[in-house]
């Protein structure tokens, strides 16, 4: 019988989308032509029209940018029904979750994401599952160890009735799961177990969380902790020490050593320790890494990845793999536009197109390699492949002196994948792991430049994906049905402008720092367009000073009685006005398209602009202070809250406008009292000029809303004095600009 050839493990589709081509053309055309015609009167006008030419010049930047990051849209689709077919053996994945703070991120939502990845449908001895606590809390150690207890009927419960979702808060909510099952009495039965079982975990771990109580036994290491001082802590909770697929996998738990004044890099620090501890235990050649909230919800998701990994011939094709992140639960209508759904799908399957997703720091598959530093051109080389021809002292140098672990490095460069393995977890932990988990090791070592996560940045997962593409690797998108994971996003207010200025002030950190995707696509590997994507991301803080004088010049103008839009009746508006709508139709119809609600996109559009010149702002501001000497940004990590979908909008007041204290919220007030101050006592101006304030105002309404109202839904006094000033400034500036600009 002629040998059949195994069915390809996936498929490349390229998605075609000739009309929204067509139209993002049509745009560009408009916008050049509004330039053309604003130089051309450039001497008609005074300085509105020369500031509006310079920020839509800005715009005009961003949108080519736009358009090279999403012309050649591609997906995948994976079989991993056909891994059996065309592999022998699947090979090992360490799975990584990092917790910092056990108040802002509630064990018991690391508990679930750590069952759902406990509980996926790949080989247990294969898997091994650490978690890296940054908050050193007895209380999630505890939830863990409880954690595990209960996994050891949850996880053969799950792949006995082929339960779809694996995170048993998901499971156990009110959402429909009715294919779960066989709807025998015995499952019923059994279900009806896990269910008490789990109440009764929750309950433990409550208990824990709301008294204080004895840290003896097991807990005595918790003795005198600090979260900022501590010494190193790891727990091997649970270990398949006979290797049994049908097991569970193990469970590490790990709080690695801090001190008041060693830096300890947030994140990406612990993901550095993380990857050297599992190194000295398991050394999987693939990685996972997910945050605390992200919890697995289809099963089979390694199965997935592995078809991207090992589908095609070329390993530098598969750098890493990353999944979208989707969030539960998201708020109706998207009000704080932080699912940034549609941005996913278009832009996100452009940079799919060209060399592969960004690093988006959950929900994504590594190579252990690629961590380490190797380069495609590397692949299959003895030496270590950051240079060639290291010795072992250089090799220390790089990876920091633990010569257990330069051994299994060096194994993990060239591939081999069990050639480094202990066999008794837990006579190890006691000694070399603490030795790679203590903050001294890193000391005038390669970690966080040349090996592993970035440090330097708020925003380590873009710089990290960034430094290895600008080596040459190209990175996969994995995106099965149901969706990979899911996880929280903000419930909005502050915190999602924490969020929103971490990454705006991480992101700028990398534009100008030395792993810019400029300098690596002039040296490295980096492709040209996959560099324009970076460039449309790192370029969101600065989008802020565009956006908010953009937003400044209809007051301006109607205080000055100047234009800084072509009257009516001059081709200047037809254009203008011709930009605008189909703009405005091009950005609904991919809400629509996606199944949005218009709703939705006006929700996104409005939180574009206040994102944009409230949050991006003070990112930027940051990395000023930071370039400047005078504050170094920190990592404030969100507040997670364990939700069910029974929790209806309206009784929760989600989706409504909240404020608090912060200078964040400045700007916004800022433009709103200016808006206002200019309505009630402006000169006569063009009509453009007033119809774009009420546009303006429309936008920042939750702001006007604010400044009526009090308790956390109103803006604090403090702020509604300091914009006053602003404010006072502004209109006395502008007044006095007619005068300067005569002279
Ligand atoms: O000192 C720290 C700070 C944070 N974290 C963890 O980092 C993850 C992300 O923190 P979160 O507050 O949820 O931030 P998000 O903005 O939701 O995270 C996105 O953006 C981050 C970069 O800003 C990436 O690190 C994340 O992977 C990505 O999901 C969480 O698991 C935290 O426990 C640590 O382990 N140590
Ligand atoms: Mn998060």
Redesign the pocket.
């Known amino acids: 019988m002629a040998d059949t050839v195994p069915l390809p493990l996936y498929e490349t589709v390229t998605i075609r989308m000739p009309i929204r081509r067509a139209s993002e053309i049509g745009i560009l055309l408009l916008l050049i032509t509004l330039l053309a015609y604003r130089i051309l009167s450039l001497t008609d006008y005074g300085l509105a029209w020369l500031l509006a030419l310079l920020c839509e010049s800005f715009f005009t930047l961003l949108w080519v940018a736009t358009i090279s990051t999403k012309w050649t849209p591609v997906e995948y689709k994976t079989y991993p029904e056909r891994l059996s077919q065309s592999v022998q053996e699947l090979p090992p994945v360490d799975m990584f979750?990092?917790?910092?703070?056990h108040v802002?991120?509630p064990p018991i939502i690391t508990v679930n994401t750590v069952l759902s990845l406990l509980a996926v449908d790949y080989p247990a001895h294969k898997l091994a599952c650490y978690v890296?606590?940054?908050g050193c809390s007895p209380v999630t150690c505890y939830s863990l160890v409880e954690a595990s207890k209960f996994a050891k009927l949850w996880v053969p419960f799950c792949k006995k009735y082929k339960i779809p979702v694996r995170a048993p808060f998901r499971y156990f909510s009110n959402i429909d799961h009715t294919s779960s099952g066989d709807g025998s009495i015995e499952f019923q039965r059994e279900r009806k177990k896990m269910k008490d079982e789990y109440d009764e975990l929750c309950r433990k771990i409550k208990d824990k969380s709301s008294g204080s109580w004895d840290l003896n036994g097991d807990y005595s290491v918790f003795h005198n902790t600090e979260r900022r001082n501590h010494p190193t802590i790891i727990k091997v909770i649970c270990e398949n020490k006979g290797g049994v697929a049908e097991e569970l996998p193990h469970l590490v738990y790990i709080s690695r050593e801090k001190q008041p004044h060693h830096p300890?890099?947030?994140?990406?620090?612990?993901?550095n320790v993380l990857t050297r501890v599992s190194g000295l235990m398991t050394n999987a050649p693939f990685m996972l890494?997910?945050?605390?909230?992200?919890y697995v919800n289809n099963p089979k998701v390694i199965r997935h990845a592995m078809c991207l990994f090992l589908g095609s011939n070329d390993e530098m094709e598969t750098g890493f793999v990353q999944c979208p992140?989707i969030f539960y639960d998201g708020i109706k209508d998207d009000p704080f536009g932080n699912q940034l759904t549609v941005l996913h799908k278009y832009l996100g399957s452009g940079i799919v197109g060209i060399q592969g997703p960004f690093y988006?720091?959950?929900g994504c598959f590594h190579r252990r390699k690629i961590i380490y530093g190797l380069c495609p051109t590397d692949i299959g080389k003895q030496v270590s492949p950051v240079h060639a021809n290291l010795n072992q002292k250089e090799l220390l140098k790089i990876y920091g002196n633990s010569k257990l672990f330069t051994k299994s490095a060096a194994c993990a460069l060239q591939g081999k994948i069990h050639g480094f393995r202990f066999s008794n977890l837990s006579d190890l932990a006691a000694a070399e792991a603490g030795v790679v988990a203590a903050c001294t090791y890193e000391h005038g070592t390669g970690w966080g430049t040349q090996v592993g996560l970035q440090y330097g940045t708020?925003?380590?997962?873009?710089m990290t994906g960034l430094v290895i593409q600008s080596r040459g690797w190209k990175s996969r998108f994995c995106s099965p049905q149901p969706p990979a994971f899911l996880?929280?996003?903000?419930e909005g207010g502050p915190e999602s402008f924490v969020?929103q200025k971490?990454?705006a002030t991480?992101l700028t950190e990398t534009l100008v720092s030395r792993r810019s995707p400029i300098f690596g696509a002039i040296y490295g590997g980096l492709q040209l367009r996959q560099c324009v994507a970076y460039l449309w991301v790192l370029l969101w803080a600065l989008r802020s000073i565009p956006e908010l004088c953009y937003a400044s010049l209809p007051p301006y103008c109607i205080l000055t009685n100047s234009a800084f839009l072509p009257k009516v009746g001059e081709a200047g508006m037809y254009i203008y006005a011709a930009l605008c709508t189909v703009y405005a139709f091009y950005t609904l119809s991919e809400y629509l398209e996606t199944g949005l609600s218009a709703r939705e996109w006006w929700n996104n559009q409005r939180m574009g602009r206040i994102n944009a010149t409230n949050a991006w702002f003070f990112g930027l501001v940051s990395v000023v202070l930071k370039i400047l000497g005078i504050a170094e940004p920190g990592?404030?990590?969100?507040q997670?809250n364990e939700r069910s979908s029974d929790i209806s909008d309206v009784d929760a007041g989600r989706g409504k406008f909240n404020f608090n204290e912060s200078p964040i919220f400045l700007p916004g007030t800022t433009l709103v009292l200016v808006h206002f101050t200019a309505m009630a006592g402006g000169d006569r101006t063009g009509l453009g000029e007033w119809v774009f304030t009420v546009i303006v105002m429309i936008c920042f309404w939750p702001f006007v809303r604010g400044l009526f109202r009090r308790g956390k839904y109103g803006i604090p006094m403090s702020t509604i004095y300091m914009s006053a000033v602003l404010t006072f400034i502004f209109v006395h500036l502008s007044k006095a600009s007619i005068g300067w600009l005569r002279l």
Not at 97 to 101: C, S
Not at 289 to 294: F, G, T
Not at 458 to 462: K, L, P, Q, Y
Request: include cysteine.
């Open positions: 979750v990092t917790t910092a703070d802002l991120e890296s606590d940054d300890h890099h947030y994140k990406a620090g612990a993901m890494n997910v945050d605390c909230d992200m992140q988006g720091g959950t708020a925003t380590e997962d873009v996880g929280c996003a903000p969020q971490r990454w991480g990592f404030e990590v969100t997670k």
